[in-house]
């Protein structure tokens, strides 16, 4: 469905093509503009420390013109802090008075060596106890969550998971993976040049964990692997609590349940021609009184792109999100 919004988005003609969509979220004009955003913020450097100990790289950004309002961005996959449409986002929020705490999850960004353990897509109650201790010792009277791909998956677990005791106001999560395993065939059968894309650099991160813990001693899987399914098979069952890929992949699905303890609004926005994220499963999320689901016919995997300096319609989307619950 689409949401009671009067500027909803509709894509121009010669941008409905839904890889041209998803490459201009990230490539082109979109990182361009990012590079100049990145060198004109002031931008504070943290590490935020969980409970656990587990340690995450983030970047902080305040408004010029505060409101003590904090938004909260998670990235994709691989992304990073630094991601373009993480940045370009931020721009947009700073603008109107939004303190931004951009969060590198584990392994993501320049943080490979700090925690020895690998990154997986479970680790979400490491990210809400890191956001607890930041949030604990700040003064901010409004707190929202927001994420894209991957990182929307996280904002929708922590938020249903520990949205209360983080005081978030909302969340916006964009084109999360709601049925991994079905994310993962579509990633195999679909373009290739996505599952050859996720392979490099996830093949990457785990080369560079290698050179920061060397005792972990799995560069002879490593070599050996080809494919991504190679790579969840290998690594699965050796560095994740789970027994298997199956396994895995239903401990972080968003179906069925999984949401039922939203405790405050939550908007996830989707678009029916997403390369990578089959749309259809979003039907196998139960119905939960707090959780928003907007859909729309074209934008690709996360991008929304309005025109070809590739601004992203989302960004306005979220900010209308965050205005209306001040």
């Known amino acids: 469905m689409q949401p009671n919004d009067p500027i909803a988005y509709k894509a121009p003609r010669y941008l409905r093509n839904a890889h041209l969509q998803t490459v201009l979220n990230s490539q ?15 931008t504070e450097t943290l590490i935020l420390q969980a409970e656990d100990g587990t340690r995450l790289l983030a970047d902080l950004d ?13 990235h994709g996959w691989e992304g990073s802090s630094r991601s373009s449409y993480i940045v370009t986002t931020t721009e947009t929020l700073l603008a109107q008075g939004f303190d931004v705490l951009r969060v590198n999850l584990r392994d993501h960004g320049d943080s490979h060596h700090l925690n020895p353990e690998l990154f997986n897509s479970t680790r979400s109650p490491e990210v809400a106890s890191a956001l607890l201790k930041f949030i604990v010792d700040r003064n901010y009277d409004r707190i929202f969550l927001g994420g894209f791909s991957l990182g929307a998956s996280f904002a929708l677990r922590i938020a249903a998971d520990k949205g209360v005791e983080l005081g978030l106001n909302a969340t916006v999560a964009v084109c999360p993976p709601t049925d991994p395993a079905r994310a993962m065939d579509a990633l195999n059968q679909g373009f290739f040049a996505y599952e050859r894309y996720f392979f490099k650099r996830w093949h990457g991160s785990l080369q560079h964990k290698l050179q920061c813990f060397p005792q972990l001693d799995y560069a002879e899987e490593l070599a050996s692997a080809k494919s991504l399914d190679d790579l969840n098979r290998l690594f699965i069952p050796s560095h994740t609590i789970y027994s298997d890929v199956n396994e895995y992949f239903a401990a972080y699905a968003l179906v069925g349940d ?23 499963d979003l039907k196998r999320i139960d119905p939960i009184e707090n959780l928003n689901i907007e859909t729309y016919r074209h934008g690709g995997h996360c991008g929304f792109i309005e025109n070809l300096a590739a601004h992203s319609w989302v ?12």
Do not use: C, F, N, W
Not at 63 to 70: A, D, I, Q, V, W
């Open 62 to 74: 305040q408004s010029s013109k505060p409101r003590s309002t904090l938004m909260i961005l998670l």
């Open 315 to 326: 960004e306005g989307r979220m900010l209308r999100i965050l205005q209306s619950h001040l």
């Open 258 to 280: 999984r949401l039922s303890t939203l405790a405050m609004p939550a908007y996830l926005i989707a678009a029916d021609d997403d390369p990578i994220i089959p749309v259809d």
């Open 28 to 42: 082109g004009p979109r990182k361009l503009r990012a590079r100049r955003i990145l060198r004109r913020l002031l």
